[in-house]
Nanobody
Framework: QVEVVESGGGSVHTGGALRLSCVASGLSFDNYNLAWIRQAPGKEREWVALISTSSATKYSDTVRGRFYISRDNINNTLTLQMNSLKAADTAMYYC????????????????WGQGTQVTVSS
C-alpha cells in the first residue's frame, strides 16, 4: 500500500521561508517522478515544481528562483524549500508521484498525499 505524507506547512509573514517535506512509502521511490502541486482557495490546482527520476528539475514561472525542489532516494523523501514567500503562495501543497512527468504536469498523478497548508500573510 502506497502512502504519501506531507509535512512542514504553517503560517509565515511575507518574505519568510518554509521547508516542506514528503515521505512516500510502498513504492519504488527512485523510479517515480515527483512534484509539488498546490491549490489556492477558489483556484485550480497547479504544479509548482517537478523533479525527475534523474533529478532534473522544472519550476513554474510563479516560483522560479524562490522555490527549490530536491529528493533523497535513500530516505524516500521529497523536499520543497520555499523562500521569499508571497501572499499569492498561500495554498494547500500536495506531494505527488507518477512514472510520467506529463501526468504530473497535467495534475493527474498516480499517487499524492493529503496536503499541508501554507499561509502567507503581510
Amino acid at each position: 500500500q502506497v502512502e504519501v505524507v506531507e509535512s512542514g506547512g504553517g503560517s509565515v509573514h511575507t518574505g519568510g521561508a518554509l521547508r516542506l517535506s514528503c515521505v512516500a512509502s510502498g513504492l519504488s521511490f527512485d523510479n517515480y517522478n515527483l512534484a509539488w502541486i498546490r491549490q489556492a482557495p477558489g483556484k485550480e490546482r497547479e504544479w509548482v515544481a517537478l523533479i525527475s527520476t534523474s533529478s532534473a528539475t522544472k519550476y513554474s514561472d510563479t516560483v522560479r528562483g524562490r522555490f527549490y525542489i530536491s529528493r533523497d532516494n535513500i530516505n524516500n523523501t521529497l523536499t520543497l524549500q520555499m523562500n521569499s514567500l508571497k501572499a499569492a503562495d498561500t495554498a494547500m501543497y500536495y506531494c505527488a508521484a507518477d512514472r510520467s512527468l506529463w501526468a504530473l504536469m497535467r495534475i493527474t498523478p498516480q499517487y499524492w498525499g493529503q496536503g499541508t497548508q501554507v499561509t502567507v500573510s503581510s
